[in-house]
């Protein structure tokens, strides 16, 4: 904007300068002409008196020492033919004063300025006076190189007067700029302080605005997440109550750890949700040991179903930047899909190994394969909520990997869930 408004300003003020500054220059140039033509016509009429009255001699005389001091060629034309002073040829000019019209004419040796003398008794004298170029245009050059340095001058100042303005424009928008971007990283603590025109101080309170409501509205929502998430502690615990009556004491067991894990994944959430700021220090977690854990939870369900599992797992630790929490949850929805998507008696493999820098964990089913656009939030073409594969999405991100789609080799869904290592976090 401040490039902008400067070319702007030197456009306005060079057309508006050339405006000036052109008919100034040749009012200048105008002035130098006729200066120099007054003072020819003056000298020529100086010597009127002498050419009317004197003898040869004496013209010849004065004729000379005008031409020593004003340094123009002097002619004095008499009637019998004589030419006095400079030696030139009878001009057009010199021939119309003869019939005793004065005049001011162009030549190639400059302005010539002749006057016509009658009064003598042999006829008609003509005076010729030729003011060369030069003396036209004496001081014209100095004259325009003034102008045009004056005119540098003042676009100069136009350019620094634009900039002091642009400034105070593109200052407060800059800061403006600066705070969305600090909204926009998660800094709903920035503000900022209004400067500049009114509008630009509206839009300033505007955006203060924007942020304190923004804040409000997540304090509001985190609330209301985490007391939705503390409601569910009184059905887990009729759960655990209900675990523990239970004859067979494995089926008690089983189940009271999964609403153990459940309750744990609650009060991570409730946690999570009053959380204004993450964390201070890098996550990590050992992805070896969560996919043992949650494997071999999802066992005894496939041992139910009739699904065949295929463990290919390296031996840990396994260290990646990610939490335990969310890489739990993330390895719980990539084998949640496979019993949810995938008819009873399918068969999966699971593996986990190291690859250049990164662990990829490898989920692969022999079932009717993934719908286009699963990974989307939100979108589910199986009745689910369609949150399951955007959570192993956002842990691997988390951990600076990615999440990836393919067709297994057996024509079923295969999930790659990359993970990178805690010291190494890359952005999403």
Do not use: K, Y
Request: avoid cysteine; hydrophobic fraction near 50%.
């Amino acid at each position: 904007m401040r490039a902008r408004l400067a070319l702007l300003v030197a456009a306005v003020s060079v057309l508006t300068l050339i405006a000036f500054l052109v008919p100034l220059a040749l009012l200048v140039r105008t002035v130098a002409e006729d200066r120099a033509t007054v003072r020819a016509t003056a000298d020529a009429q100086s010597l009127v008196p002498v050419v009317g009255t004197a003898d040869s001699a004496t013209i010849r005389l004065t004729v000379e020492q005008l031409a020593a001091e004003s340094g123009r060629p002097v002619s004095v034309f008499l009637p019998d033919g004589t030419v006095l002073g400079a030696q030139t040829p009878r001009t057009p000019a010199v021939a119309l004063a003869a019939r005793g019209q004065s005049l001011t004419g162009e030549s190639a040796a400059g302005r010539e300025v002749v006057i016509a003398v009658q009064g003598r008794a042999d006829g008609t004298g003509v005076i010729r006076i030729v003011v060369p170029q030069h003396e036209l245009t004496a001081g014209v050059t100095r004259a325009w190189l003034v102008l045009a340095l004056l005119g540098v001058i003042l676009v100069l100042i136009g350019l620094l007067v634009a900039d002091r303005l642009a400034r105070t424009l593109v200052r407060p928008i800059s800061d403006l700029s600066a705070v969305s971007h600090r909204l926009a990283n998660a800094e709903l603590d920035a503000r900022v302080t209004p400067a500049g025109p009114a509008e630009l101080r509206e839009v300033a309170g505007a955006l203060n605005h924007l942020a304190t409501r923004i804040q409000v509205l997540l304090v509001q929502e985190r609330e209301q997440v985490a007391d939705l998430s503390h409601q569910l502690r009184t059905p887990l615990t009729a759960l655990r109550l209900e675990a523990e009556s239970l004859r067979d004491p494995d089926d008690a067991a089983r189940i009271t750890a999964a609403a153990d894990g459940l309750e744990r994944a609650v009060t991570g959430l409730i946690r999570q949700a009053r959380w204004r700021h993450s964390p201070a220090g890098p996550a990590a977690s050992d992805v070896a040991a969560i996919v043992a854990d949650r494997v071999a939870f999802w066992s005894v369900l496939a041992e139910d179903t009739g699904r065949a599992v295929t463990l290919d797992l390296a031996p840990g630790p396994l260290p990646v930047g990610v939490a335990a929490d969310d890489l739990a949850a993330a390895v719980d929805a990539l084998l949640g899909n496979v019993f949810a998507h995938t008819p009873d008696g399918t068969s999966f493999a699971v593996r986990l190994a190291p690859d250049a820098g990164e662990v990829v964990l490898s989920v692969a089913d022999e079932g009717p394969g993934m719908p286009a656009g699963a990974v989307r939030r939100g979108a589910s073409a199986a009745g689910s909520t369609g949150l399951g594969l955007d959570i192993a999405r956002r842990a691997a991100q988390a951990a600076g990997g990615r999440l990836e789609l393919r067709t297994g080799p057996r024509g079923g869904a295969q999930v790659l869930l990359r993970l990178g290592p805690p010291t190494s976090p890359r952005q999403a």
